[in-house]
């Protein structure tokens, strides 16, 4: 286990809590996902988050856009079936 405090702070967004600042990492191995250590700018809260519901904020000055929904159609095609013999 690796437990590493971030120098700057790192601004995210976790699914189903909201925005914050990343402020360290825990890293279990390679059979898990990394676990962000995030407090939370509107209630104060500190969160510890999978890797999966975690995602960095935008930032115009760096071309960084807002993700997009992954409910909305992003036109990607699903993979095909594998040919059979």
């Given at each position: ?6 120098n ?13 600042f990343?402020?360290?990492?825990i ?12 407090a ?19 930032n ?17 095609e699903p ?7």
């Amino acid at each position: 286990m690796a437990f590493t405090q971030l120098n700057p702070t790192v601004p995210v967004t976790v699914e189903g809590k909201g925005s914050g600042f990343a402020f360290a990492v825990i890293d279990y191995g390679q059979e898990h996902h990394l676990i962000w250590v995030v407090a939370l700018d509107g209630s104060g809260e500190i969160w510890s988050a999978a890797n999966p519901k975690v995602r960095v904020q935008s930032n115009w000055t760096l071309g960084r856009k807002t993700a997009p929904d992954p409910t909305v159609d992003s036109n990607v095609e699903p993979l095909r079936p594998a040919a059979t013999g």
